[in-house]
Nanobody
Framework: QVQLVESGGGLVQAGASLRLSCAAS????????MGWFRQAPGKEREFVAR????????YYADSVKGRFTISRDNAKNTVYLQMNSLKPEDTAVYYC???????????????????WGQGTQVTVSS
C-alpha cells in the first residue's frame, strides 16, 4: 500500500522557517516526480515545487523561488521542503505527491500525480 506521510507543519511568525517532510513507502519511487502543492481556504490547489527523484532536478513556482528548497534523501525515502522567509500568504495546507516518470501532464500540474499525502497545515502570522 502506497503511503505519503507529511509532517513538519505548524504556526510560525513571518520571516521564520519550517521544514516539511514527506515519508514515502509502499513502492519504489526512484523514477518518480515528487511534488509539493498547497491549498489555502477558498483557493485551488497550487503547485509549489517538485523534484525528480532519480536526477534531483528541482523546479519551483515563482512565488517561492529563492525562499523554498526541495530535496530528497534516498536512504530515508523522504522528500523535504525547506521553507525560509515565510510570509502570511504562504499559509495553506501543504500536500506531498508522487507521479510517474512519464505523463501527458507537466510536473506542475496536479493531474501528473497519482499518489497524495493527507496534508500538513502551515500557518504564518504577520
Amino acid at each position: 500500500q502506497v503511503q505519503l506521510v507529511e509532517s513538519g507543519g505548524g504556526l510560525v511568525q513571518a520571516g521564520a522557517s519550517l521544514r516539511l517532510s514527506c515519508a514515502a513507502s509502499g513502492r519504489t519511487f526512484s523514477s518518480y516526480a515528487m511534488g509539493w502543492f498547497r491549498q489555502a481556504p477558498g483557493k485551488e490547489r497550487e503547485f509549489v515545487a517538485r523534484i525528480m527523484w532519480i536526477t534531483g532536478s528541482a523546479y519551483y513556482a515563482d512565488s517561492v523561488k529563492g525562499r523554498f528548497t526541495i530535496s530528497r534523501d534516498n536512504a530515508k525515502n523522504t522528500v523535504y521542503l525547506q521553507m525560509n522567509s515565510l510570509k502570511p500568504e504562504d499559509t495553506a495546507v501543504y500536500y506531498c505527491a508522487a507521479g510517474p516518470p512519464r505523463s501527458p501532464y507537466n510536473t506542475d500540474s496536479p493531474g501528473r500525480y497519482n499518489y497524495w499525502g493527507q496534508g500538513t497545515q502551515v500557518t504564518v502570522s504577520s
